[in-house]
């Protein structure tokens, strides 16, 4: 997958110095590339064989387990002839119309956020978690309603987005929770308790709500069922140093801060939060998935504050180290595509 890797942020490149020089459909032309890259992938991604089990057997176990829609989808799509590829190719238009969406009305810097979008490796974790990432996706592409006070109309992207991961109704109110103005001394101590004692507090917080699950254990993982990068806890020091780095830029220039990038830099926190609170619990710990990647809007925020020269410095800085963790964990995973939808 590394060829893949390179192709798509070279292609991200590409299109970013066409748009500086004016060529028509750059946009358009990436957009397509970057949904047929994920979209006809074959055999490609954790999820995979367990949902094209539930896409060719309707009847088997883990159909029953997914959200009704899903399986509505699945049957119209099953009922005009259309095979499983065809289902892999709409989830991942969906998902990247999206955070396409998104990103087009949220960030200062398009090319940069898409480009993070990548590097940051929410683009090829979207072939892992499908219906989730349709949920994540789903919000993003909303979230700017959000930021301009809109709550009634992003209730609506809340209840839609529900509707293909229930999971979304467990962070809904931490969501709506990021429009208060936390001091920045408050986020810097939660997330340092987080980061020295998340797996007490999540011990003790299984102890309170499941005890079950401490007596047999079963929520535990092992740290070496993590990837790479993960496992040695390098990737988890690396999130932390972009993000206290961003909260001492804000400190330093709140009087110059735009009006969204508090509410953005809530929603960063509270995900890696979550991550260090559920790190050894991968089910929970999925759900810092629908805050962190506002980080990608995030970071094109910070840039004004640097001087011209600078910012390259350290946008190269930020994204060799995203960079060097993505290739960590996809170089070695196999990529194959297939283009038969019926």
Known sequence: MLIVIIVTLCCVILAWCGKKNNVPYTGLLLSLLLVCIMGLRYDVGIDYPTYKDIYDDPYSVDALFIEPIWNIIIGLMRSIGLQSRAFFFLISLVT???????????????????????????????ANLLRQYVAISLLFAGFHNFLCGKIWKFLVWIAVAAFFHTSVLFVAPLILLSRLRFPVFWLFAALV??????????????ELVMPSL??????????????????????????????????????????????????????????????????????????YLYFFPYIIILIPYCLPWFKYGSRFIVTGIVCSGFLLFLIKLYADVAYHFDIQFF
């Not at 009006?259 to 559920?278: E, H």
């Open 96 to 126: 990247f119309i999206g955070f396409y969406k998104g990103i087009k009305a949220m960030s200062p810097h398009f090319y940069l956020s898409l480009l993070l979008l990548l590097l940051c490796g929410f683009y090829f974790e979207s």
């Open 214 to 287: 401490k007596a047999i254990g079963s929520y535990q993982y092992e740290i070496d069922d993590f990837e790479s990068g993960a496992n040695s806890g390098l990737l988890k020091i690396f999130y932390h140093l972009v993000v206290c780095s961003v909260m001492m830029l804000y400190m330093k220039y709140k009087r110059a801060v735009p009006y969204p990038f508090y509410i953005l830099l809530n929603m960063v926190v509270i995900g890696l939060i979550i991550y260090n609170v559920c790190y050894l619990f991968m089910p929970a710990r999925r759900l």
């Open 193 to 206: 308790i987080s980061y020295l004692f998340g797996d007490w507090i999540l011990n003790t917080a299984i």
